[in-house]
């Protein structure tokens, strides 16, 4: 009997669960982290499987990553190069001109991920309409290409202004940069991301070449090390849109996987509330070193268009999960005002928290609750992990209580309560702030520590029901086998919604179509059940934001006179065509 495995690697643990279908037979198992190379817990883990199931029995294997989250957010990813439209260089440094924090007078950017001198100009220009103002000068590209592998870039970036709507200047320029840069990882806007607002644009196309490298080594790395353990089937990664692509799309698109373990864990609730016929929930899933929510209603993930990621927007469609930088492994502090905090630092996996008894000396978290008698005493991973209760007393005493003249326990219990506010004020973003009430939604607890604080955070909000499903530890593990493939293709073409745009609308999915299908095609997937979806994303007229979707099965079906009355007449739209993507709930 054949066996699907799904394997997620989290910051503090790397969890592993095993099924078989047939008989709904189920195996966990959880090991460590090991940071830098988090392919060894990774390979850890399917090795102990293995003792227990045959390799040639494991007929899928899903994943879930955080290398390229990392990656942005350490700062670790390839020395990339930029060639944009001439005048533009610095629109990646000027971004949106918006502050992170109004009132924070020592907030600061993150700084550009190419720097100046590796951001190159080529003399060009396109309207917006794609006609030619200025033709692409060969010559002069030329030279800054050169001058590009002089400085010994590995990865490049290519976005001239209005590519979307006339990609042939970023075409040649893709063509020359693979003649002169060989072994350069090359991406163009008009391949990723041919959409409208040039920062969104630009900013995603640099964070792709900037991660592609890296991933490409990490799941070659995997890979072979599945390959290794005897495992034929080829692992297919988690996207932060909530599916799975092959690894060749990974590599294609690691921009699309800076959320996957985030997506993995909504998956999983998703999948829950499907299965329990649970109307509306409120995921959380908290782990080492974050805590990630998001909501689920009909069945169905919040959808997002995109994000910023570390300070850094990617626009790529993703599930819409709000994360704060505090989980079981966050460090706990007081800052210069004497005002204690929790995280966003964490302990990680290496040396990890005081309790794990692995060299770590700032309490955590984990600690607290182990101060408390909330960790058994037995300690984690069914024993194999014993902790150091006492070492941990010794730390959060020194570290916390004492500095605020409190006892240890009322220390530990306010680490607590700074966890809560936190998880509070992340379920009221996705849902207060956008005019939802909380005490209308079940909680759902994944992770190792979600459901030591669920009931806590749940009392906060006035929410009645708190579920906890069996090894929530391994929760997003278990969401990577109740996922399927995913795939998204947009386009934008500005229309009034009247009459004569439903003819062209019609023959932009019908593009879209052709090159979704030519795509199952090329990932060997012609053996599987799919599905396309359309959807339009729309705005009224003079507003920048794009506030309304409308799924694509309402409107063709419609006449034109009923369509103009949904948006009465006052808005333009954005065309999209997405594989196997759930309908939205409503179009408002």
């Known amino acids: 009997m054949a066996w699907r495995i799904g394997i997620d690697i989290g910051g503090t643990f790397t969890d592993l669960v095993a099924l078989r279908p047939e008989t709904g037979e189920l195996r966990v198992h959880k090991t460590p982290s090991t940071p830098p190379n988090f392919t060894e817990g990774a390979l850890t883990a399917l090795a102990a499987l293995i003792r227990e199931v045959p390799p040639e029995q494991i007929s899928a294997l899903s994943h879930g990553t955080t290398a390229a989250t ?73 030279r800054e290409l050169l001058h590009l592998k002089r400085q010994g870039i590995e990865a490049l970036a290519i976005c001239f202004l209005h590519s979307y709507v ?26 990723l991301l041919p959409r409208f607002r040039e920062y969104e644009r630009l900013s995603t196309t640099v964070v792709n070449a900037y991660l592609g490298p890296l991933m490409s080594r990490y799941l070659e790395e995997l890979g072979d090390g599945i390959a290794g353990l005897g495992v034929s089937a080829s692992p297919q990664i988690m996207q932060s849109n909530g599916g799975l692509a092959p690894v060749a ?19 999983a609730a998703a999948a829950v509330c499907a299965q329990a016929g649970i109307p509306r929930a409120i995921s959380l899933d908290m782990g080492g070193t974050s805590t990630d929510v998001c909501l689920v209603e009909a069945g169905r993930l919040e959808g997002a268009p995109g994000r910023e990621v570390g300070g850094y927007s990617v626009e790529l469609p993703g599930v819409d999960v709000r994360c704060i930088g505090a989980g079981g492994g966050s460090l706990l502090w007081i800052d210069p005002g004497g005002v204690p905090r929790l995280g966003p630092g964490s302990a990680g996996a290496d040396p990890g928290p005081v309790c794990y008894g692995r060299g770590g000396d700032q309490p955590t978290l984990t600690d607290c609750l182990a101060v408390l008698g909330r960790v058994g005493p037995e300690g984690l991973l069914g024993g194999e992990m014993p902790l150091e209760v006492e070492g941990a007393r010794r730390a959060v005493a020194a570290a916390f209580a004492e500095p605020l003249n409190t006892s ?25 702030a956008e005019g939802r009430d909380p005490r209308d939604f079940a909680l759902i607890a994944g992770g190792g520590a979600g ?32 996922s399927d493939y995913r795939r998204e293709w947009v386009r934008t073409r500005l229309l009034p919604a009247a009459s004569e745009s439903v003819a062209l609308l019609e023959e932009e999915f019908s593009s879209l179509e052709q090159t979704a299908r030519r795509w199952i095609a090329e990932m060997a997937l012609t053996d599987v059940s799919w599905s396309l979806t359309r959807a339009l994303t729309a705005r009224y007229a003079g507003h920048t934001s794009w506030r309304f979707r409308l799924p694509g099965a309402d409107w063709t079906g419609r006449n034109c006179a009923d369509w103009s009355t949904l948006f009465t007449g006052h808005t333009k739209g954005a065309t999209g065509t997405r594989c196997r993507i759930p309908r939205w709930s409503s179009w408002m």
Not at 167 to 182: C, I, N, V
Not at 249 to 265: C, W, Y
Not at 458 to 479: K, N, T
């Open 166 to 191: 006339n990609p042939a200047h970023e075409r040649q320029t893709l063509a020359l940069a693979r003649a002169l840069l060989p072994g350069v990882y090359i991406t163009a806007s008009c391949d």
């Open 249 to 267: 799309e990974a590599r294609h698109q690691p921009a699309a996987t800076v959320l996957s373990g985030p997506a993995a864990g909504a998956a």
């Open 451 to 482: 459901p030591l604080l669920a009931c806590e955070a749940a009392a906060e909000l006035g929410i009645r029901e708190v579920i906890v499903p069996p090894w929530p530890g391994s929760f997003s593990a278990w969401g990577l086998l109740t």
């Open 408 to 432: 240890l326990e009322r220390a530990a219990q306010g680490a607590v309560e700074l966890a809560v506010a936190g998880i509070r004020g992340a379920i009221e973003g996705i849902t207060v």
């Open 70 to 142: 990392n990656a942005l957010l350490e700062g670790t990813g390839a020395r990339t190069g930029l060639v944009t439209t001439q005048g533009f260089r610095d629109l990646l440094a000027i971004a949106r001109q918006q502050r992170p924090s109004l009132y924070d007078l020592s907030a600061r950017k993150p700084p550009p991920l190419v720097p100046r001198e590796l951001r190159r100009e080529a003399p060009e220009r396109l309207r917006f309409d794609g006609s030619v103002e200025r033709p692409l000068d060969r010559e002069a590209l030329k």
